[in-house]
């Protein structure tokens, strides 16, 4: 069997294994988030949390909550690094060093995860498993939670209340991420991943002297990272490890579990508003992109430029190989539609185009699917982009599911679109500006798209690298954290203002000049805009990059 035939059925085993549990798993996501009834567990913890379960929100205290929350987490974390060596279990590891600190507590309540150390030598277990894997649950379900205040924006009516965050936030980690994430781990670890808590083996090293190696709580670790769509891991080299990922059936499951969710939103979106056909539509949308993604980026691995990728059929350089190019490519494109970050091979060794495609992966939104939550109401905001143009073509005021689409509307929508890009062109110039870019490990094109991506990576909450650049210092962790927390909780806040501006609205009845937003013109036109407010915000940066080295 051929590599490029081995890849196909990976990946079309992959997206039918993703249309079998779309609607099983989406209509139990619908339940979780619609449902009135509150387990024993749930009723506990919002008596010790003084939360009434019957009382909502408005978009305002919402948004409060959600960045109480996010708050509170970011400094129990940043303490509980900064005094990990006299805390139980730190494997006698110094004090995480004050910008190492602030960068890894940032990374994961905003949902990123991005690394500037080893995990394995620099966080005991504690600090990995009740702070760093903590955050891997509940910064996912932040995402989750603001995605269906969006939607009940779209299915409710003249009215202030978007439900209720503490109550959105204990089902979904509860009933959602934290069964999967079990069911995944047992998987895991039939597949040969470590669960332990010490190895204690001693081996010899080349000069003489022994280390220990510790497993660690690594499979559980892993599913919980994979299943919130965070990078990050136990081991600095990630997925690539045996120890993480030992084999091709585990490296399918890894991918399906980055999918699964986010690929399944679209469907509690439509039962929500009661309009199945609206999820179908918005699953499109992520799966054409996807496609498009994937084929693209194994196409640039394989018949890579250059004399050695050409004579040997393949870019081999960077990729493990357990996995070959052809799945290690997929990781690299399903990693970065995603906001997960995990990745099985070394990004910057890849060709210049192949590089380039996570890049743009990133850049479009990570929508297709996009993080858990953050994937919907990313594409959902485009969506509202696109019946606002499709409204000034043929003269009308724009609707989206029954919602004019007004000033305001429109505003907050270009408001979430501009962060991002903002961040991360102005970062990539303060770089090169300060002279901080000097710690990439390449110069011209390619040095330009190392100091890119770690930009792009952390303004859009992914957290992969290239891998070509130090980043662990004051000045790269201190403008990383500020890119990931304002590319995570700025755009959380317009998307909840964005939801309360809906909910009020009384809602308007379809009419013969009322765009269908369920057919395949209106798949096509999300999938254009998509890609065009993309090409014209990056493609000077990409040409002065990526395009250029395959030039």
Known sequence: MTTTTSGVIFIVSLGAALVAVYRPLGDYMFRVVSGTTHSRVERGIYRAIGVDSGAEQSWGRYARSVLAFSALSLLFLYALLRL??????????????????????????????????????????????????????????????VAVALVRGFARSRTEQL????????????????????????????????????????????????????????????????????????????????????????????????????????????????????????????????VASVALTNAFELTGSGTV??????????????????????????????????????????????????????????????GVGAGLYGLLILAVITVFV?????????????????????????????????????????????????????????????????????SNNNGSAFGGITVNTPWWDTALGLCMLLGRFLPIIFVLALAGSLARQKPVPASDGTLPTHRPLFVGMVVGVTVVLVALTFLPALALGPLAEGL
């Open 163 to 290: 439900g209720n965050f503490w109550v959105d936030l204990t089902r979904i980690t509860l009933r959602i991420l934290l069964p999967i994430s079990v069911l995944g781990a047992i998987a895991l670890m039939i597949g040969g991943a470590v669960q332990n808590l010490s190895g204690g083996t001693d081996v010899t090293t080349l000069t003489g002297g022994t280390q220990t190696i510790t497993g660690g709580p690594v499979a559980s670790q892993e599913v919980i990272k994979l299943l919130g769509t965070n990078g990050g891991g136990f081991y600095n080299v990630n997925s690539a490890h045996p120890f993480e990922n030992p084999t091709t059936w585990t490296n399918w499951l890894q991918m399906f579990l980055i999918l699964v969710i986010p690929f399944c939103m679209p469907r509690v979106f439509g039962r929500m508003v009661g309009q199945n056909r609206q999820g179908y539509a918005i699953v499109a949308v992520m799966a054409i992109l996807a």
């Open 84 to 145: 990990q060596d006299k805390l139980w279990l730190s494997l006698g590891f110094d004090p995480v060093t004050d910008h190492v600190a602030w960068n890894t507590a940032v990374s994961f309540v905003a949902n990123t995860n991005w690394q500037a150390y080893s995990g394995e030598s620099t966080m005991g277990h504690l600090a990995q498993m009740a702070g760093l894997a903590v955050q891997n649950f509940v910064s996912a379900a932040v995402g989750i939670a």
């Open 390 to 458: 499709a409204g000034l073509m043929v003269g009308r005021t724009p609707e989206y599911l029954g919602k004019k689409i007004g000033a305001r509307e429109i505003k907050l929508a270009s408001m979430y679109f501009l962060i991002t890009p903002t961040l991360v062109l102005a970062g990539t110039a303060a770089a090169f500006a300060t002279g901080n870019n000097s710690t990439a490990l390449n110069v011209g094109p390619h040095g330009l798209s190392e100091v890119l991506y770690a930009f792009t990576s952390a």
């Open 309 to 370: 990728p050409q004579a040997i059929g393949a870019a081999l350089e960077g990729k493990e190989s357990r996995f070959g190019v052809s799945n290690s490519a997929t990781y690299a494109a399903v990693t970065t539609l995603t906001s997960t970050g995990a990745v099985n091979s070394f990004h910057d060794s890849y060709t210049a185009l192949g590089g380039m495609m996570p890049l743009i992966n990133m850049m479009l939104g990570e929508v297709a699917p996009g």
